[in-house]
Nanobody, 125 residues
Framework: QVQLVESGGGSVQAGGSLRLSCAASGYTTNTNAMGWFRQAPGKEREGVATIDSNGRITYADSVKGRFTISRDNAKNTLYLQMNSLKPEDTAMFYC???????????????????WGQGTQVTVSS
């Protein structure tokens, strides 16, 4: 049974930083696609950053240069380092994991089979 548990969310002022973590169990992070998505109230879930099965990383244009996705395969954990946060980054952030080998552009939720419960990020101006 795959479980994804996010942590690290919180409230920060604009310009601040947060580091999100996603601990995976029942799942191997090193050869599978994983990613971070977010959903603001009244908006659709959108891709933030993903790593495909080849290790290729894709970022949404809105976070390029500010967010960094990484994973520690020994710990089976996915991370999202978020710097220079803006009020428009406020959202529930979700960790996602794919089933089977998936490569390419993955910023669409349809590519991912497993989801965490989410962690709230609030950025004040």
């Amino acid at each position: 049974q795959v479980q994804l548990v996010e942590s690290g969310g919180g409230s920060v002022q604009a310009g601040g930083s947060l580091r999100l973590s996603c601990a995976a169990s029942g799942y191997t992070t090193n050869t599978n696609a994983m990613g971070w998505f977010r959903q603001a109230p009244g908006k659709e879930r959108e891709g933030v950053a993903t790593i495909d099965s080849n290790g290729r990383i894709t970022y949404a244009d809105s976070v390029k240069g500010r967010f960094t996705i990484s994973r520690d395969n020994a710990k089976n954990t996915l991370y999202l380092q978020m710097n220079s946060l803006k009020p428009e980054d406020t959202a529930m952030f979700y960790c996602a994991a794919g089933r089977g080998r998936i490569v390419g552009w993955l910023l669409n939720p349809q590519f991912f089979a497993y989801w965490g419960q989410g962690t709230q990020v609030t950025v004040s101006s």
